[in-house]
Nanobody
Framework: VQLQASGGGLVQAGGSLRLSCTTS????????MGWFRQAPGKEREFVTS????????VYADSVRGRFTISKDNAKNTVYLQMNSLKPEDTAVYYC?????WGGGSTWNPRYWGQGTLVTVSS
């Protein structure tokens, strides 16, 4: 499974961005898609995950209520809508996928895409 992420950029605090992640192959209904991020000098951290079959979602506490993950079945694409962005959201965001359900800080997805940089200025 190849994952192609896009949509990163520079935005002011309080602004919004939408990241996209398209898979190179048909997304199986059992898959979980999601996002991790890594800020400068910090460890990679879980952001959110979504069950392709059921639409169930999990969010990190730090983004819940501000970020929304969604999908487009026809396009094999998952989105991350990021609102009310804060400087601490600055990070490289990675699209991930796994063969079955997962999420949370201990989740270890099998497939990783290249990162896309999000920079939030204060």
């Amino acid at each position: 499974v190849q994952l192609q992420a896009s949509g990163g950029g520079l935005v002011q605090a309080g602004g919004s961005l939408r990241l996209s992640c398209t898979t190179s192959t048909r997304t199986f209904s059992s898959y979980t898609m999601g996002w991790f991020r890594q800020a400068p000098g910090k460890e990679r951290e879980f952001v959110t995950s979504l069950s392709w079959r059921y639409g169930s979602t999990v969010y990190a506490d730090s983004v819940r209520g501000r970020f929304t993950i969604s999908k487009d079945n026809a396009k094999n694409t998952v989105y991350l809508q990021m609102n009310s962005l804060k400087p601490e959201d600055t990070a490289v965001y990675y699209c991930v996928a796994h063969d079955y359900w997962g999420g949370g800080s201990t989740w270890n997805p099998r497939y990783w895409g290249q990162g896309t940089l999000v920079t939030v200025s204060s």
